[in-house]
Each structure stands twice: as C-alpha cells, then as structure tokens.
C-alpha cells in the first residue's frame, strides 16, 4: 500500500472486534517506532505492549467514562517518556514530539497491517502507572487502544461516537493551519 493510502485509510475508530496479536505484529510496530527520527538520535520514546486478557482487565480500571468502549481492544499500548532522555535546547524540550513522530510512525504501520490504532487521553496516569508499574519519572502520554475494526457499530458507543463510526470527523481546511512564507494570524480564527 502506498503511504497516501495508509494515511487516508487511518482513523480512529472505536467499533472494535479482537484479533490475535502476534509476536511478529509486536515486531512490526516496534520497528516502525524504531525508524522514527528523534533529536540527537535519542529515541526517548518506551511502549508498554499489554495483550494478556489478565491484565487487559486491569486496564479496564484505569478508563475513563466515555471510553468503555475500549474495553473490546486486542491491544493497549502504554506511550512513555521522560525529559531527561531527550534534547532540551534552551526553553524547547523534544521528548514529546520526539515521541509523537515514533507513535506516529507506529499507528501508521499498524493501519498498514489492517488494524486499528486509537490512541485515547481518557484514563487515569495513576491508575495506569500503578497497573504497569511504569517509574514515576515517565511521563504517560497515550494509550493506544487496537484492535480491528468491527463490521457492526457497539451499541456501547455514544449517538455522536456511532456517527463518527460512519463519516470521518471533519477536518480542518488547509487555510486553517497552513501559512505559507510568514504566519497568518487570519488563519486562527
């Protein structure tokens, strides 16, 4: 597939059936993440691959209201890093965007082998912490929810998740956030 279509193929859908996670999908999103361009070469990214259904449960615990329907994932993947690990030129710190290209790369490539990759701000850094015994100097970014997406809408999803489910969520127009030569303020409005 060409990289216009895995790009165009990627959403986040929330309609999930299971799928077994191989080692060699594991694999291949770990490599993606690999290859992904960072400061200084640094990769300060860590991904926590969480597919058993026991603690897959646990999980659940650390989902906020409006994201049960994760619940039906395959896969979570716990997004960390931490500032020490990465570039910090002057006032601008690089782990996170850093990270944000190797997550990038990774849900790519997991939309490239038919899956879903939704990544979710609705869970609790605690919790998830304490689940997955991540140290107290990460910073827990994401988690990424996959899973394949499922023929049929859950009827766990809210009216505006369902409608979602059917038409991608407007984008905004390139003259929203493309300046060309200087930044146009108009442009933010």
Sequence with gaps: MKIEDIID???????????D????????????????PSCFNNQPWHFV??????????????LSKGNEW????SMYIAVCARKTDDCVIY?????????GLATGFL???????????????????????QIL?????MEIITLIILGKHANIIKTILSEKQKKEEI???????????????MFNKENMK
């Design 70 to 73: 994760a619940k039906d994932a």
């Design 21 to 36: 996670i191989t080692d060699d999908i594991i694999e291949k999103l770990v490599k993606a993440a690999q290859l992904a």
């Design 91 to 99: 006032d601008r710190e690089y782990f996170l965007f850093d990270t």
């Design 167 to 181: 038409t991608r969520p407007l984008r905004k127009p390139f003259t929203a956030f493309a300046h060309y030569e």
């Design 133 to 137: 015994s991540i140290p107290e100097d």
């Design 49 to 62: 691959f969480v597919r058993s259904k026991e603690r897959i449960n646990e999980m659940h615990d650390a």
């Design 9 to 19: 193929k990627r959403r986040a859908y929330r309609s999930l059936d299971t799928v």
């Design 107 to 129: 849900i790519l490539q997991a939309t490239n082998i038919g899956l879903v990759a939704h990544p979710i701000a609705g869970y609790s850094p605690k919790r998830v912490r």
